[in-house]
């Protein structure tokens, strides 16, 4: 009465195509860029560095910003340009930059010309002589500070000192355009216009 129903062959579903050394849950995975990490406040790759590994003994020179991790005994001269000197760097030298920034030990005079900033990590033993200074909460310093900073008096006093400079030299050099006078002449004119009124009166 009741027809038996017959079960269809069931077809093997096909194998996915591996590859080797990838499973399948890594071919999954979203693929992210490598980030490259940024450059800190204390490695720049536009200045010079010396590393704490280092020791200086003498006078360090140059016309590039420094930065400075390592030992220096001596004197510092960048005039122009900026010196940093790292948490690890300890310095006995008389330092003399356009920007100084300190982050580890100091133990001399220092002039920067510009500015001069003392991070929370810094120790300086010695006098600050600068336009501008910084003092974070923390840093330690034992010395006297020097402010030199133009007075706008003295700027206007150069500048007016500057024009009459220029005034003078300009005037010295060009021709005057006052009528020469000639005494003899002069004097002839007026000898003959008193003897024609001499002789009008007689």
């Known amino acids: 009465m009741w027809k038996s129903r017959e079960d269809k062959p069931t077809i093997p579903a096909a194998p996915q195509p591996t590859v080797p050394g990838i499973t399948a849950n890594a071919m999954t995975k979203e693929v992210r860029p490598v980030e490259i990490p940024k450059t800190t406040d204390n490695y720049r790759a536009?200045?010079?560095?010396?590393?704490?590994?280092?020791?200086?003994?003498?006078?360090?020179?140059?016309?590039?910003d420094l930065y400075l991790d390592g030992e220096v005994e001596g004197n510092i001269l960048l005039r122009d340009h900026s010196l940093t000197i790292g948490p690890n760097g300890r310095v006995r030298a008389n330092v003399q930059a356009k920007d100084v920034v300190v982050h580890g030990?100091?133990?001399?005079n220092v002039s920067g010309t510009d500015r001069v900033e003392l991070k929370r990590s810094a120790v300086l033993t010695g006098d600050i002589s600068t336009q501008r200074i910084v003092i974070e909460d923390g840093a330690f310093f034992k010395g006297a500070i020097d402010i030199k900073k133009e007075p706008k008096d003295a700027k206007d006093a150069s500048r007016t000192e500057k024009a009459m400079s220029a005034a003078a030299s300009y005037s010295s050099g060009a021709v005057s355009s006052t009528p020469s006078y000639n005494a003899s002449s002069a004097s002839s004119?007026?000898?003959g216009a008193q003897s024609s009124l001499l002789e009008k009166k007689l």
């Not at 590393?51 to 360090?60: A, F, N, P, R, T």
């Not at 030990?105 to 001399?108: A, H, L, N, P, Q």
């Open 105 to 108: 030990k100091v133990d001399g």
């Open 189 to 191: 004119g007026n000898a």
């Open 46 to 64: 536009d200045v010079a560095h010396i590393g704490k590994s280092v020791l200086i003994k003498g006078e360090l020179s140059g016309s590039e």
